[in-house]
């Protein structure tokens, strides 16, 4: 039986009001979401407790890429809504995320809705190295929702 895994290298980003050039990113972190439980004690009975599943929640979205010279829209966004604290509404933007196959369809897509920047942090400067500099852009996010698009797979327990 062969299987033709996915890569995780082959990827794109777009933000919604944004042009292409500001959707470059070199790693994208954070696609999780997880059932939270809550422990609950039985009444007079002592050897066991339930473990009931309470709401779900998501971790940010992590986006990495490499620092330009160009001036940007989604830094300009970043910094208004980080700068500003919330002297101003905070502008929220849907972000989409492809992972793309060796013929560059999509084959999985997460799409972040009302999405809006929580955190930004650069590498570190280091005279001895000769790295890219590197900025992290940290979003949150009131939920995302998966496509998938890759062709059906086989019913293991048909």
């Not at 066991?48 to 330009?68: H, I, Q």
């Not at 940007?72 to 972000?95: E, F, M, R």
């Not at 999405?115 to 949150?140: N, R």
């Amino acid at each position: 039986m062969a299987h033709n895994l996915q890569t995780s290298f082959y990827f794109s980003v777009s933000i919604s009001g944004m042009g292409s050039s500001d959707a470059a990113f070199q790693e994208v972190l954070g696609l999780s979401k997880e059932m939270g439980s809550e422990d609950v004690v039985c009444g007079g009975e002592n050897r066991f407790k339930y473990r009931l599943p309470t709401m779900t929640t998501f971790s940010n979205l992590v986006l990495k890429r490499g620092v330009t010279t160009d001036e940007s829209s989604l830094i300009a966004w970043v910094k208004d809504t980080l700068d500003d604290g919330l002297a101003n509404p905070i502008q929220t933007k849907d972000i989409k995320v492809r992972l793309l196959d060796e013929k560059g369809n999509v084959s999985m897509q997460w799409d972040f809705i009302a999405a809006y920047p929580v955190k930004w942090s650069a590498s570190d400067l280091k005279s001895q190295d000769g790295e890219v500099f590197i900025e992290t852009l940290e979003f949150s996010y009131r939920y995302f929702e998966v496509e998938d698009s890759r062709s059906p797979q086989m019913d293991l327990y048909a």
